[in-house]
């Protein structure tokens, strides 16, 4: 299976900053669209800061960039190296004034090399699933409203003070305590269906994207994937965002027809230098995964061995 990455970010148009991240095939973007081949195993992500003047945009780049050098296979305990960067932001953040406390919330899609694909959330970026023309959120939002809705204090977030309606309860950095990290398996093949496809965001996009408009996106013909997850950020800040917008859109393809539909250009001759580069940095993790592995059967053969060398010397 291959897969096909996208990602967009913009500061919006109120915001001085861009405090979001994404993690596109080991590769931080911050500022406007990237786009990568990929196989797996992989990440991709999207990171969106809290804090004041650079603090956010910090926290979330760490993040990114702390992920971007994980080496990532099934083997990869992903709950223990999250709350290891969930430190790193700490640390950072204690070593100055103005970035005391920094945090950024975190959704993550992760898929291993048997294809399995797993996703991870803190705070209140959104993973989405869009499959046979629906599309549906997979994660839980990590915000106070949420919480006292659940637990019956509120009927609608209308019943906060506005100050209260977004507020995280769990992010990556924060001081006082460690991240709810949420774990979710997919139960189906992710690139079973052909219109199978992952689309990870923050909140500034997807607080003003309806579902019916996420869904009229997703099956326009006429434009490449690119074009259309550029199209929903547009959207977005005319539908009234006030905050930084990013959305990482993830779809597996297997033919040079389904690549050429994805992207608008053909997938031999194409000489586009990010994707060379894409392509070449995807053949070098398949080497280190597949080096790893042949390391792994040698070790197990060789203790097999000795094994064998201490039962016939105990015979």
Same mark, same amino acid.
């Given at each position: ?91 950072? *953040? ?95 093949? &992710? ?33 490449? &994937? ?37 992207? *608008? ?51």
């Amino acid at each position: 299976m291959n897969y096909y990455i996208y990602g967009y970010t913009d500061k919006g148009q109120y915001r001085l900053n861009n405090e979001d991240a994404m993690l596109v095939n080991r590769v931080t973007v911050t500022k406007g669209g990237y786009g990568s081949v990929c196989i797996a195993p992989f990440l991709a992500a999207v990171c969106d800061g809290v804090g004041g003047e650079k603090a956010g945009e910090l926290a979330s780049q760490i993040c990114t960039s702390s992920l971007a050098q994980l080496d990532y296979d099934s083997s990869v305990d992903l709950d223990s190296y999250l709350l290891s960067v969930h430190r790193k932001v700490i640390r950072a *953040g204690v070593s100055a004034n103005d970035t005391v406390n920094m945090q950024t919330t975190l959704c993550m899609l992760a898929v291993d090399e048997d294809g399995t694909a797993n996703c991870y959330n803190v705070g209140d970026s959104r993973m989405y699933r869009y499959v046979n023309g629906s599309i549906r959120q997979l994660t839980t939002d990590q915000t106070y409203s949420r919480f006292l809705y659940d637990h019956g204090e509120i009927t609608s977030v209308a019943d906060l003070e506005p100050e209260f309606q977004n507020a995280i309860v769990s992010s990556i950095g924060s001081v006082l305590q460690e991240p709810d990290i949420d774990h979710l398996r997919f139960m189906s093949l &992710f690139g079973e269906q052909p219109d199978d496809t992952v689309l990870i965001c923050s909140d500034g996009l997807s607080d003003f994207i309806t579902k019916d408009e996420f869904e009229i996106a997703m099956k326009i013909t006429s434009m490449t &994937f690119a074009e259309k997850l550029e199209a929903l950020c547009q959207l977005a800040m005319r539908n009234g965002s006030t905050d930084n917008v990013s959305i990482v859109g993830i779809k597996p393809w297997n033919t040079p027809e389904e690549y050429q539909a994805l992207t *608008g250009n053909p997938i031999y001759g194409n000489k586009d230098e990010a994707s060379i580069k894409a392509q070449q940095e995807c053949l070098a993790y398949e080497v280190r995964f597949r080096n790893a592995k042949l390391r792994e059967e040698s070790e197990d053969s060789l203790a097999g061995l000795f094994a064998d060398l201490e039962k016939f010397r105990d015979e």
